[in-house]
């Protein structure tokens, strides 16, 4: 089995560390704002920020169990334990979502003044700087690692500069111009956007986990490749996955029934080095077959 590259991991590991170092100092700022101001939508963006101390904690946890080399146990790796992850984080954001339902709704019935609005507004500048700080260096990391775990960890810190965004709206409207009730609306619409969040880091955890084929371009590539080889008649049985920063890629390659075993294995050979150039990261397993030959396959291509 192919080892993640050492930058690789190098990346991935800074990237979940950076990820709760920034969480902590984000709770504790927001949770003297909160205290100062009591604006539900501060508490909003608090309980947020607790919550995704917990969940790059899973993160942490999660790469570095994904990062562990093939084993006797693990023939395929460990890289499952990043949408395992992903699937945590959707329950970390959506239960943030539906707290926020519940605390909001309490202010629509008994609507409160908003104390001391600079603080919240200076808090939340603050906290701006930060997350933006370390969603763009997650984003490099994504961009040359590929990492689900650290993608679904970028999308909630990016969904918190927004939130942070409109927090200083809320706490704006509520202090100069008397409107308090705009504080639980912003906590509401803060709240719809979690849960959309949690169902995105879920549906595309769920597809790690089942094993979804790469995408069509991808596919499509790949038999282009294939079929680049004079030797090769047809491709047909492609199969793809993934799992952590590993990809697996198998398909039957028809050839000329009457090639010698030896010639038919470097054709297969040279099919495999060009696939691997262009997926530096894939496992490829090809199997050789006689053009022409009636064979039952799969009714999918």
């Known amino acids: 089995m192919n080892a993640a590259p050492p930058p690789e991991s190098r990346l991935m590991r800074l990237a979940t560390y950076a990820a709760m170092a920034t969480a902590c ?3 504790v700022i927001k949770m003297a704002a909160w205290l100062a101001t009591g604006s539900v939508a501060l508490l909003s963006t608090l309980i947020d920020s607790i919550l995704d101390a917990g969940a790059s ?5 999660a790469v570095r169990q994904a990062l562990q080399p093939a084993d006797r146990d693990h023939r395929f790796g460990h890289g499952k334990a990043e949408p395992l992850a992903g699937l945590a984080q959707a329950a970390f954001v959506a239960g943030s ?25 200076v808090v939340m500048v603050v906290s701006m700087g930060l997350t933006l700080g370390l969603v763009s260096f997650q984003k490099f990391v ?11 960890d970028s999308l909630h810190y990016t969904g918190d500069v927004l939130i942070n965004l409109s927090v200083i709206f809320s706490l704006l409207l509520a202090s100069q111009f008397n ?11 803060i709240a719809a956007y979690l849960l959309w969040n949690a169902f995105g880091i879920a549906r595309s955890s769920m597809d ?17 490749i294939a079929r680049t080889h004079p030797g090769v008649r047809n491709v047909h049985d492609l199969r793809t996955r993934s799992s952590g920063l590993q990809s697996f890629i198998q398909l039957h390659l028809e050839m000329d029934g009457r090639l010698p075993l030896f010639e038919a294995h470097a054709i297969a050979d040279a099919v495999e ?17 006689p053009a022409g030959m009636a064979e039952a396959h799969p009714v999918f291509k």
Not at 142 to 152: F, G, I, Q
Not at 208 to 224: G, P, S, V
Not at 274 to 289: M, R, W
């Open 179 to 189: 409107l308090p009730l705009a504080d639980p609306l912003f906590a509401i619409a």
């Open 57 to 61: 904690l899973v993160n942490l946890l």
């Open 25 to 27: 100092i984000l709770i």
């Open 97 to 121: 979502g539906l707290f926020l339902i519940i605390e909001a709704a309490g202010r629509f019935a008994d609507p409160q003044t908003v104390e001391r609005p600079m603080v919240g507004i």
């Open 273 to 289: 080095a060009k696939l691997q150039a262009a997926f530096p990261s894939a496992e490829v397993i090809i199997h050789q077959d």
């Open 208 to 224: 790690h986990l089942m094993d979804r084929e790469f995408d069509e371009a991808e596919r499509e590539r790949i038999k282009q």
């Open 142 to 152: 994504v961009r040359k690692t590929k990492s689900m775990a650290v993608n679904a």
